[in-house]
């Protein structure tokens, strides 16, 4: 559950919400006692302990019912062999049905088939988080990563081996066989549309902020000149960053350091 939260102030950082470490440490200890039982405990202990003001405990809430809710699977997404047919094409989908009534189920090892042609959303939407925890979803920042992570996914669940079972299965004149791969072939697009729409969901929560914090690491680079009148308000926000910081690194107490060769008269002189 410790991944989980270090996620979540993922999400709160990206909103734009400072989260120290202290901060970080202080929420986890109040999460311990809470729980995760009950949702609206849950979410008004982590208000409470990172919220500072009342804008950030409105982004704060925002973050929260972001990230804990999963809605994937969750929609009757229906695949293409699913679709509301009329006329002809309501008696040829008929047809079809009647002579594949005896086709033969799978009876391969490949679990995300199983799970596909059971529609088992459960283990689906579990298969699918493990997957992206693997593949680093959480790094996610920029609508151009949308392919990259999708496809990692896919491929984290299995979408290879689908495709050389669907491939494997389509071979042949078996018409059983090719409506098996027929029905996978479906069943894979659904999985690609899923999956599609839970990386948009994630992008969403972790690259809030993105496209800000390149802009200002491009200006703390740029030379003054060079710099825009309509920055002037960013640079302010960059500066008084920057001049807290260094001043509480000048503030801190520094020890004296001895070194040298020993002084015999100060050390004498001090001890008489």
Known sequence: MQQTLEDFYKVVRSAGIKVSVADSIETSKTVELVGYGN????????????AKTVDEKEALEECFEQFFTFNAFQKNTK???DAKQTGADQAEKND???????????????????????????SLAQEMSKAAREAG???IWFFTQKGIYTQKIMDKMGARELNKEIAELGRGDCPSSQALAGKLRAAQKYLFEEVRNFVEQQLSMYGKTASQTIHEEFLKNTRLSNIEKRDF???????????????????????????????????LRNNV
């Not at 949702?39 to 990172?50: E, F, V, W």
């Not at 009647?98 to 459960?122: F, I, Q, R, S, V």
């Not at 503030?251 to 008269?265: A, I, P, T, Y």
């Open 39 to 50: 949702r609206s405990i849950l979410k008004d202990a982590l208000t409470l302990s990172l």
């Open 79 to 81: 695949s293409p062999e």
């Open 96 to 122: 079809e049905a009647n002579a594949g009534a005896n086709d033969p189920e799978y009876t391969g090892d490949l679990e995300l088939a199983k799970m596909l042609l059971k529609k088992d959303k459960a």
């Open 137 to 139: 979803m959480t790094d």
């Open 233 to 267: 308000q960013t640079m302010h926000k960059i500066v008084k960053e920057m001049a807290k910081r260094l001043s509480s690194i000048h503030s801190k107490k520094r020890k004296r350091e001895d070194r040298g060769q020993l002084d015999f008269r100060k050390t």
